[in-house]
């Protein structure tokens, strides 16, 4: 009846929907290759993206504002700062469940020395390559720690590449970008910030399909 509507159902959705089957299918066999059976790398897929949007509260500390507002007499006053208070949580999907699974795979499949070099070096990359931008968070090229984590693991233990390179780039990733940022995030002004949050969870995820591609 309306058959200039076919066009636009293929571009707005079936297109969307094929891209996001691959994605998933390909997030799936990522973490399948890295010794979880289908379901349970599906379960991790669904628990890491959903946990992209539960954050839990750690701590709070004051910021303060030393901006006092400019007026001609400015000399002849005081402006005592401003005092706000900023939340510092941990992000479950981006930070809670690839510790975790970081853990297992060191229990099981990773090597602990050659994964240890590795984190170091995408630690070192991360922190150096990550900006704290006030309004903007904690800022890191996406496919940084993937690749880095991945030349890193072929590198240093290519027999074990692939739990390598998700251990160094989860955890390297975590650290440099975040753990190590953590005395300059009152800069960003913002009353919420989440270790694991935003960008640094776009690159740890992408980590796992980097791992796929090793194995």
Not at 56 to 80: S, V
Not at 91 to 100: D, E, F, Q, T, Y
Request: contains cysteine.
């Amino acid at each position: 009846m309306f058959p200039f509507l076919w066009p636009l159902i293929f571009l707005f959705v079936i297109i969307p929907l094929l891209v996001l089957s691959l994605f998933l299918n390909l997030a799936v066999f990522s973490f399948a290759k890295l010794g979880l059976t289908p379901m349970g790398a599906l379960l991790l897929l669904l628990g890491s993206l959903a946990g992209s949007l539960i954050n839990i509260p750690l701590y709070r500390q004051r910021i303060y504002d030393h901006e006092p507002p400019w007026h001609p007499f400015l000399f002849f006053f005081y402006y005592p700062p401003q005092i706000n208070y900023q939340v510092v949580c941990i992000n479950v999907g981006g930070a809670v469940i690839p510790v975790l699974f970081s853990l297992y795979l060191l229990s099981t499949r990773a090597p602990f020395g050659p994964t240890c070099l590795a984190t170091l070096i995408v630690t070192v990359v991360t922190k150096a390559m990550a900006r704290v931008v006030p309004g903007a968070g904690i800022t890191l090229p996406t496919f940084i720690p993937p690749v880095v984590a991945a030349l890193a693991a072929i590198l240093i233990a290519p027999d074990n590449a692939p739990p390598v390179a998700y251990v160094a780039g989860a955890l390297g990733t975590l650290l440099g970008a975040d753990i190590l940022n953590l005395g300059d995030i009152k800069r960003l002004k913002a009353q919420v910030v989440s270790i694991g949050g935003a960008g640094v969870f776009d690159g740890i995820f992408l980590v796992a399909l980097a791992a796929a591609l090793l194995s």
